[in-house]
């Protein structure tokens, strides 16, 4: 599927250990690279998380965004543009393709 929409940031958040009352005990939980499926480790200072809004026909903001995070490796080989588009034209395909508008 595409990446993360804002619903399933919210069930990712309580991934990882989580204690009997429901609390997230993790001090750091990795994000993968939309492109490549790498873990993108806590050094990679040349990685970047990206939040696309959705816009209506009128091109107001709906309020919902989809994330796509690049490590560091994607955007050192110049091919961040390229993923960055290849990822945003197969999102958009599977919305449209399950009747939702982005």
Not at 6 to 12: D, E, F, N, Y
Not at 37 to 51: E, M, P, T
Not at 81 to 94: F, N, P, S, T
Request: hydrophobic letters at 35%.
């Amino acid at each position: 599927s595409c990446s993360i929409s804002r619903k399933q940031t919210a069930a990712a958040m309580v991934a990882g250990q989580v204690n009997e009352s429901g609390v997230n005990v993790d001090l750091y939980i990795p994000r993968k690279c939309s492109a490549t499926n790498r873990l993108i480790h806590s050094k990679d200072k040349a990685s970047v998380q990206l939040n696309i809004g959705h816009v209506g026909a009128d091109g107001g903001y709906s309020g919902s965004y989809t994330t796509m995070a690049l490590c560091g490796f994607i955007r050192a080989q110049g091919e961040a543009d390229g993923a960055l588009d290849r990822l945003w034209v197969k999102c958009y395909e599977d919305a449209k393709r399950s009747g939702h508008e982005i």
